[in-house]
């Protein structure tokens, strides 16, 4: 269960492995955790790196025993991080290592013998429910991020639904979602209320054009849309239309550079004109205007108080700040030649 790290050459001659083959149950313990502060997340304390203890490939999925052990697997494909959580029923290879993160010493986990499969190394689950994966591709290299609702899931960081985004080299481009400030690989969150946001982070160290592309989206009900807005254009995309957005990046550029929209139908009161979008995100109330029209905006609490009022700048993503505490609110636009009326949540 030990993981290594190794660096073969042909001159070296053929890797031999000796003695009896491990079967039956594996229990890997003493798992550590120095983190001196342990309310401090996303940092490199508490990860080990194991190995597949088989001469076979073995199941994560959620027969694996974990006591103080986050969910997720993180495997190095050779340039970056890719986590799997055990409801994606992945296969790690004979001789693959893994990343897992103990959230405080004394941790382990156990592999159970019936998790042994013997097949080529793939994907072992058939399809996820409300799963939206990300891919980034650029200089011959890809990375993905998974966003993910679930009725059980919370908008804070959960160790059994989420797993942190590990950064590979810097040459590969990397895709994550942002909650808290906390960089994910996989963010599982609770169904949406109103038309709120989820902040998507991109980072690179080459200058280039990139592309993402969105997967899962038939996993989502039939009437789910979903916008990709970038937040150096200005420009939104939505994906159901057209699932390849296709941008150029600096190593400079701001990491938080896009905002995922997920506007299932019948959520907010009926859009008039689709050129004019509302959403939220934290305490911001975002009103996008793609068309040449001045507008007004007028944002209300539930009670029909006006809390806030503004001047909504044609063609451009407008961000309006708002200090009134949590709930929902309604925001309306009222511009040359249309008006759209959207509610959204303020956390």
């Not at 070296?12 to 120095?34: E, K, M, R, W």
């Not at 296709?246 to 400079?252: C, E, K, R, S, V």
Request: aromatic share 12%; glycine share 10%; with cysteine.
């Amino acid at each position: 269960g030990r993981g290594y790290s190794v660096a073969a050459f042909p001159s070296f001659g053929d890797a031999v492995f000796t003695g009896p083959f491990n079967c039956g149950n594996i229990t890997i313990g003493n798992l550590t955790n120095s983190n001196p502060n342990p309310g401090v997340l996303n940092n490199y304390y508490g990860y080990h790196l194991l190995g597949n203890p088989y001469p076979s490939g073995f199941k994560w999925d959620g027969a694996i025993s974990r006591t103080n052990v986050d969910a997720a697997a993180y495997l190095w494909n050779g340039t970056t991080y890719i986590a799997k959580l055990p409801s994606d029923n992945y296969e790690i290879e004979a001789q693959q290592g893994f990343f897992v993160n103990a959230t405080q010493s004394g941790a382990s986990i156990t592999i159970p013998n019936g998790n042994r499969v013997h097949s080529s190394g793939s994907f072992l689950k058939s399809s996820l429910q409300n799963v939206l994966n990300l891919t980034v591709n650029g200089n011959n290299l890809s990375d993905e991020t998974s966003i993910r609702f679930s009725n059980d899931a919370s908008n804070s960081y959960d160790g059994e639904m989420d797993a942190y985004k590990l950064f590979g080299v810097s040459y590969c481009p990397q895709i994550f979602s942002i909650i808290s400030d906390i960089n994910l690989s996989i963010n599982t969150m609770p169904e949406p209320a109103g038309q709120a946001i989820i902040p998507v982070g991109f980072k690179t160290g080459v200058t280039g054009t990139f592309t993402i592309t969105a997967s899962g989206l038939e996993s989502f009900n039939t009437g789910s849309d979903f916008y990709l807005t970038d937040l150096i254009t200005g420009q939104s995309q939505n994906l159901n239309l057209n699932p390849v957005y296709t941008f150029t990046a600096y190593p400079a550029n701001p990491e938080h550079r896009f905002n995922l929209h997920f506007a299932p139908v019948g959520v907010g009161e009926k859009k008039v004109d689709q050129r004019v979008r509302v959403y939220s995100n934290e305490q911001s109330v975002y009103v996008d205007v793609q068309s040449e029209q001045m507008g007004t905006v007028k944002i209300f609490d539930i009670m029909g108080k006006e809390v806030g009022s503004f001047t909504a700048t044609p063609n451009s993503l407008n961000k309006f700040d708002l200090s009134n505490g949590q709930g929902y609110y309604l925001v309306k636009f009222v511009g040359e030649n249309t008006s759209v009326s959207t509610k959204v949540f303020i956390r």
